[in-house]
């Protein structure tokens, strides 16, 4: 009888070869993966935070926020200043014309002067933005054509006594310009202070009924804030 034999061992040996090729391959993926996993991560997290140009850029951008919400409310603070000056001398200016009145020289000296002074507040305006920008330009072009209504009031002082009523309705025409425009600028500023969190400011000129000129909207100060 032949002997019964097993399998030649160079047969077996291979097969044990490649049990141990793959499970050090499955170790070595793994190992990969291990390592993959934090860098990814990482990788992540350097991508979604903003580098320091993005960082400096929203510095600056809520920088210029809060400086222009500090403008809104000096702006807002000097156009009711100048606003309790301004409307006496509009509504004179008006009522004088409208009546035929002719003003005292001193009168008019001293709206020139106050004129001057109110004008001047304007000549070296801070920079903000653009809504800001706005209102602020149209108070000022109120106040300077409510400065040349003054300055036409004091030529007809000083001229033939015959041309004074024409003269005089021009300069009440001024002044009604000068309302007009600045209730458009008291309008925008309103906004802007809604805008800013301030609430409802209104500035508007009393200066009588004009055509044209914008309201207050009848809110109450401070409200919508």
């Not at 097969?15 to 934090?38: C, D, E, Q």
């Not at 979604?48 to 809104?72: K, M």
């Not at 009031?153 to 001024?174: F, H, I, K, M, S």
Request: no cysteine.
């Amino acid at each position: 009888m032949s002997r019964r034999t097993g399998r030649p061992s160079y047969l077996l040996t291979p097969s044990a070869g490649k049990g141990r090729s793959k499970t050090w391959m499955l170790a070595v993926a793994a190992a990969a993966v291990l390592v993959a996993a934090p860098a990814g991560g990482l990788v992540g997290h350097a991508v979604g935070r903003p580098g320091p140009t993005e960082a400096s850029i929203a510095a600056l951008q809520q920088a210029d926020v809060e400086r222009d919400a500090q403008q809104i409310v000096e702006l807002t603070e000097m156009a009711q200043r100048t606003g309790e000056e301004l409307s006496p001398i509009i509504r004179a200016v008006k009522q004088d014309a409208e009546a035929g009145r002719t003003p005292e020289a001193t009168q008019v000296s001293q709206w020139q002067q106050i004129m001057g002074r109110l004008t001047a507040q304007f000549a070296d305006p801070p920079s903000g933005m653009t809504a800001t920008n706005v209102a602020r330009g149209g108070l000022r072009s109120a106040v300077e054509q409510a400065a040349v209504a003054v300055d036409s009031v004091a030529l007809a002082l000083a001229g033939p006594a015959a041309d004074r009523p024409e003269q005089l309705a021009l300069a009440a025409r001024q002044a009604t310009l000068a309302v007009t425009t600045w209730s458009v600028a008291a309008t925008q500023l309103d906004q802007i202070n809604i805008d800013a969190g301030h609430g409802h400011r209104h500035v508007h000129l009393d200066a009588g009924e004009v055509e044209g000129a914008l309201t207050p909207d009848g809110s109450t100060e401070g409200s919508g804030g």
